[in-house]
Every structure is written in C-alpha cells, then in structure tokens.
T-cell receptor, first 115, second 112 residues
C-alpha cells in the first residue's frame, strides 16, 4: 500500500500554545486528505476533509478557527491546533487518498497531550 | 441512527476458532466498505476492502457484503492471539461530500 507519514508521533505542549501536525504522502499524490481525532477507547471521528488547493470541509461541531487545516500541495497537509487546551488532548490521525484509490492510507498518528 | 454501527464487544474467542464481526450502515448509496485493525495506541491498518455483494476471501479473512441489508461482516478463521485488537468497519459515503466514516469498533480477544 501507499505510504503516509505523519509527524510528530507525539507532542506535549502547554495550554494556550499552538501545535502543528504534518501529514505527507510519500509515494503518491494525495488529492484528498482526512483528519481524524480519536479519544481513548472511542472510534475515529472525522474532523475535516481537505482537497489540495481548496478550503477544508469541516464536520459539524468542529471549530474551523481552532483546527486550521492547510493542504497547499499534493503531498502535504497540516493541522494546526490553535490555543490548545487539555480537552484537545487526543490521538490525531491523518489519512490520504489519490484519484485512483477508494481506500485511504493512514499516517502513524500523533498523540497530543496538552498540560 | 449512527451512520456505521458495530457491536463494541468485547468479543472473546478461543485460539483456532472463527471470529465473526458485524457492521451495518445507513447510507444506502455507499459503494466501498473497509475493515481496519487497530492495536492500542496505533493507527488503523487496512485488512480488506469489498465493493460487490457476496464474499471476498484473503487468507484467513473473509469479508461479506449484503447491500440490500446494508450489512458487512468480517470472518477471521483460525483466530490467533495476535489477532486481538479493535476492528473498525469503515464506509465511503458521498453524502455531503466524499468521506470515510468509521464505526465505533469491536474489540476482539483471542484466548490462547
């Protein structure tokens, strides 16, 4: 399968600061990238969908001004958690797909802890 | 109604037995269905995908799809302790834009 690299794999930050998470497709052009959040023992909740060069589409209840998504190239999307608070602590996972595949390939995930 | 529903489990089976995992979905227009396995603290990994009604086999895994009943299942034959994980059913939906929706997952324990 295709390779999606997510960085960092874990991060600890202070409350009120911002954190940027990168998601890169290494061997294919990711026309669409998805960002998920997963709280302990819960399923993946889709936060937003981004298409290269377009504004991200956010799911209901997800604050677009708090979770900034940029998909400026076909191989890179970033999620910035602005003014992070302890309740934002979670496992954030990106996935990416290209035009030829219906399945999306997942990054390794980022464990965010806000203290 | 949740878009993708799974029994949360846990489902416990003895080593060597068949584990049966079930999933229902609400979007009748869905065309692509996936099973992912997720170990604790790790990202999901794709096990199988299925597009057409019927069975699809890959090694010890068999996916079954019934679009009329909006039902998809995963059978794991000769279950091994290493199969113990959470299994996520996922469905591609075109409602409100293309996206992949996940079920809550079923925790499987395979006892040695």
């Amino acid at each position: 399968g295709a390779v999606v690299s997510q960085h960092p794999s874990w991060v600890i930050c202070k409350s009120g600061t911002s954190v940027k998470i990168e998601c890169r497709s290494l061997d294919f052009q990711a026309t669409t990238m998805f960002w998920y959040r997963q709280f302990p023992k819960q399923s993946l909740m889709l936060m937003a969908t981004s298409n290269e060069g377009s504004k991200a589409t956010y799911e209901q209840g997800v604050e677009k001004d708090k979770f900034l998504i940029n998909h400026a190239s076909l191989t890179l999307s970033t999620l910035t958690v602005t003014s992070a608070h302890p309740e934002d602590s979670s496992f954030y996972i990106c996935s990416a797909r290209d035009l030829t595949n219906t399945e999306a390939f997942f990054g390794q995930g980022t464990r965010l802890t806000v203290v | 109604q949740k878009e993708v529903e799974q029994n949360s489990g846990p489902l416990s089976v003895p080593e060597g037995a068949i584990a049966s995992l079930n999933c229902t979905y609400s979007d009748r227009g869905s065309q692509s269905f996936f099973w992912y396995r997720q170990y604790s603290g790790k990202s999901p990994e794709l096990i199988m995908f299925i597009y057409s009604n019927g069975d699809k086999e890959d090694g010890r895994f068999t996916a079954q799809l019934n679009k009329a009943s909006q039902y998809v299942s995963l059978l794991i034959r000769d279950s091994q302790p290493s199969d113990s994980a959470t299994y996520l059913c996922a469905v591609n939906s075109n409602t409100g834009g293309f996206k992949t929706i996940f079920g809550a997952g079923t925790r499987l324990f395979v006892k040695a």
